[in-house]
């Protein structure tokens, strides 16, 4: 679809002559460093180019209209500027509507109402952060039209903010920090802790980055995500009767190792076994990637899947079968689950000319094993949250 077309469709859908403005943000794969965001851990990811697309226009009074192409059949979702408190009848609209009222907390100025058309291309459901796409989106749009001061990173510590305070969601800040500071062909090491991160070229050469959704639809505030984040928690609190840490994303495998006996729960100290070592290998992962060793890195992917299999039990059967069907094919130096798990996407590091025979055989085994097909899309690393000036989507 055409930014024109997008124009188009708000136009009839607003009733409008006037032409908005159109904004986009990405989604995001996590490349590897996976929970431990939340567990003051480093992560890896990178903005890809689905994403989401938001053309909005000021209003002359306090009411705000949103408008999903994805969700046609929910019609104009309306409230007002002076409360824009969560509804569930609301449905995907309290992502923008959280958004708002996060700026609006933060003491920027929203004076009016508008019309904000949504269309999105990352597949629903597939943990490719649609939500934290749409969040980002709704930022820079509200940054634009209403010329907010505000830098990207507060920008992107709001966006947490509606998950959190405004959804209920104990997620990191992992997500909207890959939409609002992504960077074409690079990937960011972000230390979740202080903020600090760092660009990494990725250079494939010869290979390419597969997406691979399992079509299992997953939902992050109903999954066992708040439970393993409490799992951490506890586990981090019995470490801290001896030790001065402030999160298991400061310990070395070996502190953890020789510290493990304080954690009273066994799955606990999985739990936390997973973020500590997980850590780690993403921090390695950095250094392979900076060397120009993609045979590593994909190693290091490899163990990371089994580590979320093993330690942090959140892959499911059909997270599983893709990613060991990924690893039995010729070409590909490495594969895991990306995301929060329980369904959703894996990726995989695969060659070029070896790319379509890895899609059918895959396929095959999933099918076979699961009973329905996966889908496979070729991930493109591009930029941030971003007004759009291009005409093509």
């Known amino acids: 679809m055409t930014i024109p077309n997008l124009t188009q469709s708000f136009k009839s859908t607003f009733q409008t002559n006037e032409t908005p403005a159109t904004f986009f943000a990405p989604g995001r794969i996590n490349l590897i460093g996976e929970h431990t965001d939340y567990n003051g851990g480093h992560v890896f990811p990178a903005a890809i180019s689905f994403g989401t697309y938001a053309l909005g226009l000021k209003r002359n009074d306090q009411k705000i209209r949103f408008y999903s192409l994805n969700f046609p059949e929910v019609g104009i979702i309306e409230c007002d500027l002076t409360d824009l408190s969560y509804q569930a009848k609301h449905d995907w609209a309290n992502y923008p509507k959280g958004m708002i009222q996060m700026l609006m907390e933060d003491g920027h100025s929203i004076t009016k109402g508008m019309d904000i058309l949504f269309y999105g291309n990352i597949p629903n459901g597939a943990g490719l952060s649609s939500s934290a796409s749409i969040e980002m989106a709704t930022g820079v749009l509200m940054e634009n039209m209403f010329n907010l001061n505000i830098d990207r990173i507060s920008m992107v510590k709001l966006g947490q903010q509606v998950e959190n305070k405004y959804l209920g969601v104990n997620s ?28 990494a070229p990725i250079q494939l050469a010869d290979h390419v980055i597969i997406i691979i959704n399992t079509n299992k639809q997953r939902t992050l505030a109903g999954s066992r995500y708040n439970e393993r984040r409490a799992q951490c928690e506890q586990a981090l609190a019995d470490l801290q009767t001896e030790l001065s840490i402030t999160s298991l994303g400061e310990l070395s495998n070996d502190e953890f190792e020789s510290h493990k006996h304080l954690i009273k729960d066994e799955i606990n100290q999985k739990r936390a076994k997973h973020a500590v070592y997980e850590n780690t290998r993403t921090l390695k992962a950095m250094e392979k990637l900076r060397q120009g060793n993609l045979k590593a890195f994909g190693e290091l992917m490899n163990e990371s899947h089994l580590s979320l299999k093993q330690d942090y039990e959140v892959t499911g059967m059909e997270l599983d079968t893709v990613v060991k069907a990924a690893w039995d094919q010729k070409g590909v130096l490495g594969a895991r689950m990306t995301g929060a798990g329980f369904g959703g996407c894996a990726i995989a590091i695969v060659e070029k000319d070896k790319v379509d025979a890895f899609k059918e055989n895959v396929n095959r085994i999933y099918h076979e094993t699961v009973g329905y097909d996966a889908t496979f899309y070729t991930a493109a690393i591009g930029g941030g949250a971003q007004k759009m000036m291009e005409e093509v989507l």
Do not use: P, V, W
Not at 172 to 183: L, N, S, T
């Open 172 to 199: 990191g800040i992992m997500d909207q920090f890959a939409i609002g500071m992504g960077k074409k062909d690079h990937a960011i090491l972000l230390n979740c802790q202080t903020l600090e991160y760092d660009y």
